[in-house]
């Protein structure tokens, strides 16, 4: 990590801590949730070894940045807005960005708001398949009903108008995290929760007690990511998902194809693409992507795909860099 260094920079209107390493063209790495610029850490000097720029983020609501509390503050425009100032703070007109998970999202909202200061788009995990045909909290609450479904979780308040989940991690942040950062193969303990309705209790006992943790994140690696949370609580990260509608909605005018040039990357059993192949992938996005590349599936690789595979991930970023 000596190679790493750190800046405090302000960002419209917010405070930012970027990690950052490296000569060249500039680079954003957009970390998603529950995540911090430490996701990025195999990243960031193999980025600036290749002759890049490489910027990781804490993004709004994360770790050394701020975390405004109000949810409306986390719009996709404000997360847009954010990665444009650090491309000014840089004195540069344009950057590629790279983004995984809600880092995603962020990427491919910013390629529509700013065309012009985005060189490249590289999502990870979050396919990008334009805009929804309805507000995307009414389809969720179409499919799950009255079963749990995280995202919805999310979007809920108590009495006080305070969120429910953040209330629930912000009371034992290794215990969710520790269950979230595994593998598909890794082992756990049964579940606490197996009902499946919502009223019957919260999010981290419905995920099986990881009983031994992947190779890829050792005691350390885990203890800095519940430190950050510790700190910095879960309300910012959860406000992300309390604008999915507000997204939707502050998007109609936008001309929802990207036109720079695109690539994805995802393990080829992260959840999220519900097993799709490159094929599907490819189906889904290239109506709305006028330079998509290269789709990269890494074999047998689950969610935390930078981490879980590091040497691909870079291998598929570089590959991607130099094609632009």
């Known amino acids: 990590m000596t190679d790493i260094k750190f800046t405090q920079i302000e960002s419209n209107g917010i405070n930012m801590r970027l990690a950052h390493a490296g000569e060249g063209p500039l680079v954003l790495l957009i970390h998603g949730w529950p995540e911090s610029w430490y996701s990025w850490r195999h990243q960031i000097t193999a980025l600036a070894d290749a002759g890049y720029h490489a910027v990781a983020p804490d993004m709004r609501g994360y770790g050394g940045t701020s975390a405004p509390a109000e949810p409306e503050a986390y719009r996709a425009d404000h997360l847009a807005k954010d990665v444009v100032g650090i491309i000014d703070h840089f004195d540069q007109e344009t950057a590629t960005i790279v983004g995984h998970d809600w880092g995603s ?87 606490l929760i197996t009902d499946p309705k919502r009223r019957a209790g919260g999010w981290i006992d419905r995920l099986g007690e990881v009983l031994e943790q992947p190779a890829w994140l050792s005691d350390e690696d885990l203890a800095y990511f519940v430190n950050e949370f510790t700190g910095s609580g ?43 192949d490159t094929a599907a992938l490819n189906a889904m996005m290239s109506p709305v992507m006028k330079q998509l590349g290269d789709i990269t599936l890494i074999e047998g690789m689950g969610h935390w795909i930078q981490q879980e595979a590091p040497a691909e991930t870079n291998a598929a970023i570089i590959k991607f860099l130099k094609s632009i």
């Open 105 to 191: 999202m962020v990427v491919w909202y910013t390629a529509l708001f700013h065309p012009d200061r985005i060189n490249g788009v590289m999502g990870m995990s979050v396919p990008y398949g334009g805009r929804a045909k309805q507000e995307p909290l009414d389809s969720f609450k179409a499919a799950f009903g009255d079963n749990f479904f995280y995202i919805l979780y999310h979007n809920e308040l108590d009495q006080n108008m305070l969120g429910v989940a953040e209330a629930e991690y912000d009371q034992d942040p290794k215990g969710l995290l520790s269950r979230l950062y595994a593998s598909p193969d890794s082992p756990r303990a049964p579940a």
């Open 234 to 276: 879960f309300r910012g990260g959860v406000n992300y998902y309390r604008n999915f509608d507000t997204n939707w909605t502050i998007t109609e005018t936008l001309d929802p194809v990207i036109a720079m040039p695109s690539a994805f990357v995802s393990g080829s059993q992260d959840v999220v693409i519900q097993g799709a």
